[in-house]
């Protein structure tokens, strides 16, 4: 519990250590997408190998079959791992912007989080609470209103790459169960790499996006007054 009202310095500090957390995440997922595709090159070749008819060790086989293995368990635990801490941010994040400036939102921090977990909505909402959150931070939310400002491009591009990484993934878990001859696993494979490109990209745009966010935050502190009610005319039952 907390009182009704929130320094804003803590309320920054909250952000930022957030924001450190989840950078940490996005650099171990990039190092773990790198080494998966390292992986799935090396597997790639003895499918190769097995097309062209010629005999590869099975043991070396067997290795490398399970290092991509692994890879994919470690990433999909990362994904996990990382959305978790993300979504915990960008609720921080966007409940900060009501401590300062206008104090206006188009949604609540509740729902600037849950919008990612619904199917269909997930697909354009959480964009759009992403460009309120970066455009209301980039100004400490000095206008009621941002739906005419300019989308920063790297925002979008990073929404497609996150989008992108999501269907190709749904893809390559389909073929990887179907996937019973030399070809249907070298066509597999061949979809892993992109699979592996797309969230390396998707996650290094998340690293600029979020950094770019977490940094315009840190101003709050020298263009707000010290002490700012956490929601006008309401109380404030606690803070995550």
Not at 6 to 17: D, K, N, P, S
Not at 101 to 116: C, E, I, L, S
Not at 169 to 181: D, H, P, Y
Not at 188 to 194: E, K, P
Request: charged share 20%; with cysteine; proline share 3%.
């Amino acid at each position: 519990m907390v009182s009704e009202e929130l320094w804003i310095g803590e309320a920054v500090a909250r952000q930022e250590r957030r924001a450190t957390f989840v950078r940490a995440l996005l650099v171990t997922t990039v190092a773990v997408g790198a080494i998966s595709l390292l992986f799935s090159f090396e597997e790639r070749e003895l499918l190769l190998t097995a097309q062209q008819g010629e005999e590869s060790d099975a043991t070396s086989a067997e290795t490398v079959d399970g290092r991509v293995r692994v890879a994919g368990i470690a990433q999909l635990s990362m994904l996990v791992v990382t959305a978790i801490v993300w979504l915990m941010w960008v609720h921080r994040a966007y409940a900060n912007l009501r401590l300062v400036g206008t104090r206006v939102t188009q949604h609540t921090p509740g729902w600037a989080v849950g919008y990612w977990l619904i199917p269909i909505v997930n697909l354009f909402r959480p964009y759009q609470v992403m460009r309120e959150l970066w455009l209301r931070s980039a100004d400490a939310n000095a206008v009621s209103s941002v739906a005419g400002a300019r989308t920063p491009p790297i925002l979008t591009w990073w929404w497609v790459y996150w989008l992108l990484s999501g269907v190709v993934g749904r893809v390559l878990r389909r073929m990887s169960n179907a996937a019973e001859t030399v070809e249907a696993m070298l066509r597999v494979m061949n979809v892993a790499i992109v699979a592996d490109l797309l969230a390396i990209a998707s996650a290094i745009l998340a690293f600029y996006v979020l950094s770019r966010i977490a940094d315009a935050q840190s101003a709050f502190i020298t263009r707000s007054a010290a002490v700012c009610p956490w929601a006008p005319g309401r109380k404030e039952r606690g803070v995550s």
